[in-house]
């Protein structure tokens, strides 16, 4: 499948719309079925205090990363163009989370702080080639691991995505499941993107199962 970039109705929706709400719910569940947070906890299994989250959203993924990791002292930092509260239960796992309102192309061009990580949970996919890559160019100066977990771009992926309303799911759901797919990842696209720096580790792959995880990181010895 080639890949193919539409509006998804949630980023156009207020967050407040009970539509917009719904939906964030079944992506709780959908995250949850993808294992996302099981992903990403993986990788940050290593000695990472400070993390910055790309189009957090609610925060609800991370927050099951901070349940997975269970490693009080890190500072969290959730980014989104959309006001969300910062979920209470961060700070019962020692974790202190703030959010940030900003447009992350703005953030990043900030050169402070510097993380010891950036994750992105199903974000990536809502750029176009050129400006994924000023993106990941940006991340890169800010951090030496990024953690992303995108949509798998199969023809499997997608005729699951055509069925998430057996879970219940709403109409918003179900047109961005679709579309979220389409604009997904396979293969190496990603790692073509990324700044061609010596000095770091890339690594891209399935995730099962229905994800696409990528990892940068730079190599600690040099």
């Not at 917009?20 to 290593?46: F, K, P, Q, T, Y």
């Not at 700070?91 to 703005?106: P, Q």
């Not at 402070?112 to 050129?130: S, T």
């Not at 099962?208 to 190599?219: I, M, N, T």
Request: charged letters at 25%; proline letters at 5%.
């Amino acid at each position: 499948m080639q890949r193919v970039l539409e509006p998804e109705w949630l980023d156009e929706l207020p967050p407040s719309d009970a539509r917009a709400a719904r939906s964030r719910l079944d992506l709780r569940r959908i995250n949850g079925l993808m294992g996302n947070a099981r992903h990403l906890a993986r990788v940050l299994e290593g000695p990472v205090l400070r993390i910055a989250d790309l189009g957090a959203g609610d925060g609800s993924v991370m927050l099951s990363v901070a349940r997975r990791l269970q490693r009080p002292g890190v500072e969290l930092t959730l980014v989104d163009q959309a006001a969300y509260p910062v979920p209470e239960a961060f700070t019962f796992l020692g974790w202190k989370a703030v959010a940030v309102r900003d447009d992350v192309f703005d953030f990043l061009a900030h050169r402070e702080p510097h993380f010891d990580a950036i994750v992105a949970n199903l974000f990536l996919h809502h750029f176009e080639r050129e400006r994924l890559r000023r993106l990941l160019e940006l991340i890169a100066a800010r951090t030496a691991l990024f953690v992303a977990c995108e949509p798998r771009r199969t023809q499997l992926a997608l005729q699951a995505s055509r069925l998430v309303g057996v879970l219940g799911c709403n109409d918003v759901t179900r047109h961005d499941a679709v579309v979220s797919v389409r604009a997904g990842f396979t293969g190496r696209e990603i790692s073509e993107l990324w700044p061609h720096e010596w000095g770091w580790r890339l690594s891209e792959a399935a995730a099962w199962p229905f994800s696409h995880l990528f990892v940068a990181q730079r190599d600690a010895t040099l």
